[in-house]
């Protein structure tokens, strides 16, 4: 009888690791990948909002052919207490990734990001519409942030607006990146540029906002590399002999919705307080986002006694020391030009 009774014990036994064994194989079955090589896989942009569940979220997977099982995936997610820590945002997730990968990438928040170039010299209106058009940021919203009187304090630079400050570069961001950390990531990266080329010269005599607001100057005045150092120096010379700047690109600047056609009328306009034909020393602020080496030539400018320069048409100016050079250069130049 004892015999027969042990006889028993052991099938069952058997019995119930043959059970588990099928059953761990199919659980690992199960939460492997849904395709096995990564040339039949599929990758898909996948976004969990705010107040989804891991429920739904699952369910979502298993109808795009992400996982296998959403159910196991459930039991997965209980077992190892991740249910409270997912996390929002938009995911590119593939079917070469296994259940437990899937769900690593969702509770650490492993977000897709988008790339963003932000050219030298663009407003931060042109920045708003570039990060608007992106689909990265609400246009209105991030210059909510750039023309908040309190943000230039909270940032760390010299206003009065975050204008100027939000450095030229590729960023990536996630969509959903609030705009004010949108922001803080150009302004941070400046700082960091602006420390590094300041520390060039030992002994500063600009401000950061009057370093910034002459490096946007020069940043629009010219897209030559090779020019910037005399831009800058023509423009250094100009404020030491306390000559008005006498730049068209400030003048624009405060001209709310520019049409593209400077007249006489704009640059006789006293109230505009970025008109530099009329006001002396520099505006009240930078006029654009200048890049590294704006900035610079401002640090180190040319050795030159320049205090004109006209355009020759081409991208590049041609420069004088006299104003009876600098009008002879101007009849050559623009006006013989406006002749033909």
């Given at each position: ?9 052991a099938?069952?036994?058997?019995l119930a690791a ?6 761990w194989?199919?659980l ?6 849904v395709s096995?090589s990564p040339?039949?896989a599929?990758?898909?942009?996948f976004?969990?909002?705010?107040g ?7 369910a979502?997977?298993e109808?795009?052919g992400?996982i ?7 039991w997965f ?13 938009e995911?590119?997730l ?9 769900v690593?990438?969702?509770v650490?928040?492993?977000v ?6 932000i050219?030298e010299?663009l407003?931060?209106?042109d920045?708003?519409t570039?990060?608007a058009?992106a689909?990265l940021?609400?246009?209105?919203a991030?210059?909510a942030v750039?023309f ?10 010299e ?19 609030p705009?004010?950390r949108?922001a803080r990531a ?5 700082l ?8 060039v ?8 906002r009057e370093?910034?607001?002459l ?7 010219t ?8 831009i ?6 100009r404020l ?6 006498e730049?068209d690109p400030?003048?624009?600047y405060?001209?709310p919705e520019?049409?593209g056609?400077?007249r ?12 530099t034909y009329?006001i002396?020393?520099?505006?009240p602020?930078?006029?654009?986002s200048p890049?590294r080496?704006?900035l ?7 050795n030159?006694p320049?205090l ?5 048409n ?5 420069f004088?020391?006299t104003?009876?050079?600098h009008?002879a ?8 030009r406006?002749?033909r």
């Amino acid at each position: 009888m004892l015999k027969r009774f042990g006889i028993a014990l052991a099938l069952l036994s058997l019995l119930a690791a043959v059970a588990v064994g099928a059953t761990w194989v199919w659980l690992e079955r199960t939460l492997s990948p849904v395709s096995a090589s990564p040339n039949e896989a599929q990758t898909i942009d996948f976004e969990v909002e705010a107040g989804d569940s891991f429920w739904r979220v699952t369910a979502s997977l298993e109808r795009q052919g992400l996982i296998r099982s959403a159910r196991v995936a459930r039991w997965f997610v209980e077992a190892e207490d991740l249910a409270s820590r997912l996390k929002t945002g938009e995911y590119a997730l593939s079917s070469h990734q296994s259940t437990p990968e899937i769900v690593d990438v969702l509770v650490r928040g492993r977000v897709e990001t988008h790339a963003v170039v932000i050219p030298e010299g663009l407003r931060a209106t042109d920045i708003a519409t570039r990060l608007a058009d992106a689909g990265l940021a609400d246009r209105e919203a991030f210059l909510a942030v750039v023309f908040d009187p309190e943000s230039p304090g909270r940032f760390g630079v010299e206003g009065p607006t975050l204008e100027g400050y939000l450095f030229p570069d590729t960023y990536r961001f996630a969509r959903g990146v609030p705009e004010a950390r949108i922001a803080r990531a150009m302004v941070d990266q400046f700082l960091r540029v602006y420390t590094e080329v300041r520390n060039v010269s030992p002994k500063p005599t600009l401000s950061m906002r009057e370093h910034t607001t002459l490096a946007s100057i020069v940043e629009k005045e010219t897209g030559a590399a090779h020019e910037r150092p005399l831009i800058a120096a023509v423009f250094l010379n100009r404020l030491k002999r306390r000559m008005r700047l006498e730049t068209d690109p400030t003048v624009i600047y405060g001209i709310p919705e520019f049409d593209g056609n400077l007249r006489r009328v704009d640059l006789e306009n006293g109230r505009n307080p970025y008109n530099t034909y009329k006001i002396s020393g520099l505006p009240p602020g930078p006029i654009a986002s200048p890049g590294r080496e704006a900035l610079r030539a401002v640090v180190t400018p040319a050795n030159s006694p320049y205090l004109f320069f006209v355009s020759r048409n081409d991208g590049t100016h041609v420069f004088a020391k006299t104003y009876r050079e600098h009008e002879a250069n101007v009849d050559a130049f623009q006006r013989k030009r406006r002749r033909r």
